[in-house]
């Protein structure tokens, strides 16, 4: 059984706006900090945005800041991700994933992650 799985994936054209979801266990909302990775066609993964558990706080890869927007509702246990003014270099498979390291940017630090969802932006 998967503890996180995404939704929301497809094709765009570049400028336009797509949201991402992700669903999980209380287990892992009540306690964790949640984040977006992408990773593109044979490129490494890398890091797109988190969000902390009690604060909120967030943080965003500079690609994407000011065009993306990650939210969380702990009560329902959802995580989104707002995409707006997309961009052919935002083709990638995202993924969402779950860490106790508050507010860690790295890959290795998050022990919980979905099956990942594609984001296809055409030009």
């Known amino acids: 059984q998967a503890l996180l799985r995404e939704s929301g994936g497809g094709l765009v054209r570049a400028g336009d706006s797509l949201g991402l979801s992700c669903t999980g266990s209380e287990r892992i909302f009540s306690r964790y900090t949640m984040a977006w990775f992408r990773q593109a066609p044979g490129k490494e993964p890398e890091f797109v945005a988190s969000?902390?558990?009690?604060?909120?706080?967030?943080d965003y890869a500079d690609s994407v800041k000011g065009r993306f927007t990650i939210g969380r509702d702990n009560a329902k246990n959802i995580l989104n991700l707002q995409m707006n003014n997309l961009k052919s270099e935002d083709t990638a498979v995202y993924y969402c994933?779950?860490?106790?390291?508050?507010?860690?940017?790295?890959?290795?630090?998050?022990?919980?992650w979905g099956q990942g969802a594609q984001v296809t932006v055409s030009s």
């Open positions: 994933a779950g860490t106790v390291t508050l507010g860690s940017r790295l890959r290795v630090d998050y022990s919980y």
């Open positions: 969000i902390r558990r009690y604060e909120s706080v967030t």
